[in-house]
């Protein structure tokens, strides 16, 4: 999918933005760069608050978009339930906002939506995850190179584990979501060829309960000592894991290696008291990013169609480093 992305990126990037920034002619809607005192009403439809990375993440967004820094937030999460948050959206139009942000539960099924947003004149900012809408639809993303991450994670596991036969078990995030499927793409690209041989995968929402499950299962289907690997989509199902393989009397980054996603404080935690063996970081504070972003798209600004925000990855030092000064 994000191969899919980049490439629609790609061509929409040279198109001039043709979204204006008002919903409607009120005294109150943005003059077109957020300055000379005028709010900007905007719809930020989040995802839910499956993880700690998504708190951070709503934090960030709330933040960025506060009335001291000229916003009127209209604020939704759909609990992880796409069709819910639809109806939020369809609901951000009928407010009149500005412009609606997204954070996108699943890749598929925006199209309607989205053209009704365009018919409004109301410009589409997605956040965290992507679509596979037509790139027109929207006016551009920022968030993290999910797939990147997950090259990465393979890469951990392919120099450090893979060189011997290994069986991994794998938790996914939320079937259909960008992050799962990209994060699945690009670990899978990086540890071919090495001796690593995925024995099950199953999606645990990116919950620590959901994650927890999940490794239960699979550990009353082939015991402690029939797997040797997990590969986690994100650090709460990571979290999740290691309460399920101490369960069942194993040691979490000994007996089972775990590598996970995300750089969460409870992750870089388990990671620096040895518990989980490597984290990838997926940064959740993309707020001031996408509060500078809607504000030219306001101001009808050329902006780049993806944006990519920085990440990092840890071992367990880097991990006892990073924690005491840990934003998040």
Known sequence: ???KFLAGVAIASAMTLFLTGCGSGSDDKASGS???GDVIKVGFAQTGSESGWRSANTDSMKKAFSKE??????????????????????????????????APIVEDGWDDVFKEAADAKIPVI??????????????????????AEGEAAGKWAADNVGTAPT??????GTT???????????FDKAIAGSKITKI??????????????????????????????VFAHNDDMALGAIEAIKAAGATPGKDIKIV?????????????????NYIVECNPLLGDDAAALVKKVIGKETVEKANFAKDGAFDQEQAKAALPTRAY
């Open 260 to 276: 996970s996603i995300d750089g969460v404080h409870d992750g870089m935690q388990a990671l620096a008291d040895g518990e989980i």
């Open 126 to 147: 997605l956040e965290d995850r992507t679509v596979s809408s037509d790139p027109s639809l929207y006016a551009t993303w920022i968030g993290d190179n999910f797939e």
């Open 1 to 3: 999918m994000k191969k």
């Open 69 to 102: 820094n000229g916003f009127d937030l209209v604020f939704n999460a759909a609990d992880n339930d796409p069709a819910a948050q639809i109806a939020a959206v369809r609901s951000f139009i009928n407010q009149g906002v500005d412009a609606i942000v997204v």
């Open 167 to 172: 069986k991994m078990v794998v938790l996914e």
């Open 34 to 36: 957020g300055g000379g």
């Open 176 to 186: 259909g979501s960008s992050a799962a499927n990209d994060r699945a793409t690009g």
């Open 200 to 229: 099950d995968s199953q999606t645990g929402d990116f919950t620590r309960d959901g994650g927890k499950k999940v490794m239960e299962g699979f550990l009353q289907k082939y015991g402690k000592d029939g797997i040797d690997l």
